[in-house]
Nanobody
Framework: QVQLVESGGGLVQAGGSLRLSCAASEHTFSRYVMGWFRQAQGKEREFVGGISQSGGATYYADSMKGRFTISRDNAKNAVYLQMNSLEPEDTALYLC?????????????????WGQGTQVTVSS
């Protein structure tokens, strides 16, 4: 079972940047597609983006393209979410998730393992 722990959230002003990290306990981390999701208060959880097992492919939700970048370091069992040009609308709990499937899915149902999330708050 994969245990995931996110970190790096906090309070940032609009236009600022944050880098979130997700550390995995599993030594076979490189076998998993990793996804980032977010959930704003009172709203449904939404897909932010995902990265393939090797890190060679990424996929983002349309609203995140150009501002968010996902990377991973399989030697460190970690995946990252670099967020730039943050807007108040980006305020949410950000969660990482692991999928044993070979494709980056947007549907959260395809991800078997989840972290607890890290809160990002963007002030105007």
């Amino acid at each position: 079972q994969v245990q995931l722990v996110e970190s790096g959230g906090g309070l940032v002003q609009a236009g600022g940047s944050l880098r979130l990290s997700c550390a995995a306990s599993e030594h076979t981390f490189s076998r998993y597609v990793m996804g980032w999701f977010r959930q704003a208060q009172g709203k449904e959880r939404e897909f932010v983006g995902g990265i393939s097992q090797s890190g060679g492919a990424t996929y983002y939700a349309d609203s995140m393209k150009g501002r968010f970048t996902i990377s991973r370091d399989n030697a460190k069992n970690a995946v990252y979410l670099q967020m730039n040009s943050l807007e108040p609308e980006d305020t949410a709990l950000y969660l990482c998730a692991a999928s044993a499937l070979r494709i980056i899915y947007m549907d959260q149902g395809n991800y078997a393992y989840w972290g607890q999330g890290t809160q990002v708050t963007v002030s105007s």
